[in-house]
């Protein structure tokens, strides 16, 4: 009897242990799985200006900007759709996807990741944190309202932050997204120099700035020789969500 009093009192011990660090053994045949209690809770929000991740896996995020238009957004969507890319990420403003609900519910349709832009299109450094909460929280309700769609990315308008901007974005529980490759798109310098400069930047763990803007009509003719040329380096796709969740995350703070 003294025995098994002994080894009950070890094993309530043992429980209450591991009950205080927070984790629970699961054992898988002769492995000790841990398991962290409370694992729906939502995962920290990466500090920063997110602009790549450290990764040796060759896979990059294909992001668009869209703020305006309806020229450009149709048919980049049928040519990820043509060419099976299945992973990628947009950024909606809140006017834009107001106005262009059928192309919003068609992005959310497609499986691709959708974050916010803004709603108001003009640098966040210029305002205080209350107006930046008010614009943010406008493009969140309109996206909201047309998906389904919570947004937890952000891409300020232009790119514009400092630190201040990025910390309050921080704190309102939005990832901080730019960008390691920069296509240049709006800029419109012909969509070879848009390819040759996407293709021979991309690194692994790249994420790639493109535009879905009626600015940026030549995305439609570069973006095909693109994901071939991405492609034919060993590249495949992910969304920002996937590659953060994946791997390091470089981050910035200027």
């Known amino acids: 009897m003294g025995v098994l009093f002994m080894t009950v009192l070890l ?29 729906d809770k939502p995962a920290p929000v990466p500090q920063g200006a997110i602009y ?16 305006w238009g309806e020229k ?3 048919p980049i969507l049928d040519i990820l759709e043509k060419k099976g890319v299945k992973k990628a990420t947009f950024f909606l403003s809140g006017p834009w996807t107001t106005t262009h609900g059928d192309i919003a519910k068609r992005i ?19 305002y205080n944190n209350q107006w930046i909460t008010e614009q943010v929280g406008k493009s969140e309700q309109a996206i909201y309202e047309t998906t389904g769609v919570k947004t937890k990315l952000i ?20 990832t901080v997204v730019q960008w390691n490759t920069d296509s240049l798109d709006w800029m419109r310098p012909g969509p070879d120099k848009i390819v040759q400069r996407v ?13 879905a803007s009626d600015s940026a009509l030549q995305t439609i003719d570069a973006l095909p020789r693109i994901i071939d040329g991405l492609r034919q380096k060993g590249y495949e796709f992910m969304t920002v969500s996937e590659l953060i969740s994946g791997a390091g995350v470089t981050s910035k703070q200027e």
């Open 72 to 74: 450009a957004p149709g």
């Open 108 to 126: 959310k349709t497609m499986g691709y990741e959708i974050g916010n832009h803004g709603h108001r299109h003009d640098d966040f450094p210029k």
């Open 11 to 39: 094993f309530m011990f043992c429980l209450y242990s591991q009950a205080d660090l927070g984790t629970q053994a699961v054992f898988n045949g002769e492995t000790a799985v841990p398991v962290v209690k409370n694992a």
């Open 155 to 174: 891409r300020t308008p232009n790119g514009a932050f400092d630190k201040r901007v990025v910390k309050h974005l921080n704190s309102m529980g939005y």
């Open 52 to 67: 790549k991740v450290q990764t040796d896996k060759k896979v990059v995020a294909l992001t668009f900007d869209i703020s």
């Open 199 to 211: 293709v021979s930047r991309a690194v692994p763990g790249d994420i790639i700035l493109m535009h």
